[in-house]
């Protein structure tokens, strides 16, 4: 009886996994795709649209964190105090 009652409480906890992506939304192409990178002293936040690098935020462990933006047709890039993506950035917490 509590075979039956541990596997019954197994399904009802599994069954809603299986209908997640019916909820889940797609991705938008254009939506930017963060990696981030651990150094020894900064961090590091790769923003990739449409496969693209567009630009990386650099976050030092002391100090203020910069943006770099990679130049056109370089391999270069240009430091800037503010981000050049526009999608939203709204702060929800913070602590």
Do not use: C, N
Request: net charge negative; proline share 7%.
């Amino acid at each position: 009886m509590r075979y039956r009652s541990l596997l019954l409480a197994a399904l009802l906890t599994l069954s809603p996994l299986s209908h997640a992506e019916e909820f889940l939304p797609g991705f938008d192409a254009d939506e930017p795709v963060v990696t981030i990178r651990h150094g020894d002293d900064k961090t590091y936040y790769e923003y990739h649209v449409a496969g693209e690098l567009k630009e990386i935020k650099v976050v030092p462990r002391s100090g203020s964190p910069y943006y770099l933006i990679p130049v056109l047709g370089s391999e270069k890039f240009i430091r800037t105090a503010e981000s050049q993506l526009l999608v939203p950035k709204w702060i929800l917490f913070r602590w």
